[in-house]
């Protein structure tokens, strides 16, 4: 990575414009008028340094993983961690606000071989599910999607095993996802969309920082029933004020 590059895509971040690579070409999304003469020639100057970063940079590359946190160590999931996420996303309990059922022993195997397969956001529509190990057990996952490059969008959202709660892990966890998908993805927004009844859901969102954006009335059929969608957002100049 080089330094004025880095240092001129966080400017363009600040200014709202969105470099991204698209067919081997670099692109741009910005608000009108915003990239003025001077600017086109600054980025032209470091075009080939900004799609070196880009290139890589658009995800993190996967040295990146494990993401170390005071408490954690966030990596996607593996062969061998088939008991420890049974444990958790094997709970009836757990699963009460998603779609999905609880996993079975009989399950477990596929899930965990189908969700190792996640592991970078280097690509546009790509998905990432990392475990989140404590004391070298995985506790929980957080997921996070991006979207097409040019909408720089992401998507996150968490499960954790109920013995952990109350810890504050998941919200370690996901502010360190949080970071990611701004800082090294440069996403420009990444919402959650999450049941309103879930309240441990929505108070995790209130502690990261994230806005309730709407709610989306019988949004989903869930568990025999319609079901409402909250979603919660947060945008990238909003995490970065935040420091
Ligand atoms: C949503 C879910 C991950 C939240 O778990 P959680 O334990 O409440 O969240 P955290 O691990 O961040 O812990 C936060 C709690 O610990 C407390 N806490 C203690 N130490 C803390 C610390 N160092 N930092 C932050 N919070 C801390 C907080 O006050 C908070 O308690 P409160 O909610 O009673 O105020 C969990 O309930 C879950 O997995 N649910 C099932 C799956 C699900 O519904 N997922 C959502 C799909 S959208």
């Known amino acids: 990575m080089t330094a004025p590059a880095a240092a001129l895509l966080d400017e363009l971040d600040e200014r709202g414009i969105k470099l991204y690579?698209?067919?081997?070409?670099?692109?741009?999304?910005?608000?009108?008028?915003?990239?003025?003469?001077?600017?086109?020639?600054?980025?032209?100057?470091?075009?080939?340094?900004?799609?070196?970063?880009?290139?890589?940079?658009?995800?993190?590359?996967?040295?990146?993983?494990?993401?170390?946190?005071?408490?954690?160590?966030?990596?996607?999931?593996r062969a061998g961690d088939e008991v420890d996420v049974l444990a958790y996303r094997g709970r009836a309990e757990v699963f009460g606000y998603l779609d999905d059922n609880p996993l079975t022993p009989a399950t477990i195997g596929r899930y965990v071989a189908m969700m190792a397969q996640f592991a970078s956001l280097d690509h546009p529509e790509d998905r990432l599910l990392l475990g989140a190990?404590?004391?070298?057990?995985?506790?929980?996952?957080?997921?996070?999607?991006?979207?097409?490059?040019?909408?720089?969008?992401?998507?996150?959202?968490?499960?954790?095993?109920?013995?952990?709660?109350?810890?504050?892990?998941?919200?370690?966890?996901?502010?360190?996802?949080?970071?990611?998908?701004?800082?090294?993805?440069?996403l420009h927004r990444i919402c959650a969309r999450l049941d309103p009844r879930n309240a441990a859901s929505v108070r995790l969102c209130e502690r990261l920082g994230m806005r309730p954006e709407g709610l989306l009335r019988d949004e989903r059929w869930l568990k025999g029933d319609w079901a409402d969608v909250a979603v919660y957002a947060c945008l990238d100049h909003e995490w970065r004020a935040r420091g």
Do not use: C, N
């Not at 979207?147 to 919200?171: C, K, L, M, N």
């Open 133 to 186: 190990e404590l004391d070298g057990h995985v506790i929980g996952d957080i997921a996070l999607s991006r979207g097409r490059a040019r909408h720089a969008q992401g998507e996150i959202g968490w499960v954790f095993h109920p013995d952990h709660s109350g810890h504050g892990y998941a919200t370690e966890a996901a502010r360190a996802a949080l970071r990611l998908g701004f800082e090294r993805v440069r």
């Open 21 to 77: 690579i698209s067919d081997g070409r670099l692109r741009a999304v910005a608000p009108k008028d915003a990239i003025s003469g001077d600017l086109r020639q600054l980025i032209e100057r470091h075009r080939a340094e900004l799609m070196d970063l880009l290139g890589h940079g658009d995800g993190p590359a996967p040295s990146a993983f494990p993401l170390v946190t005071e408490r954690l160590v966030l990596r996607p999931l």
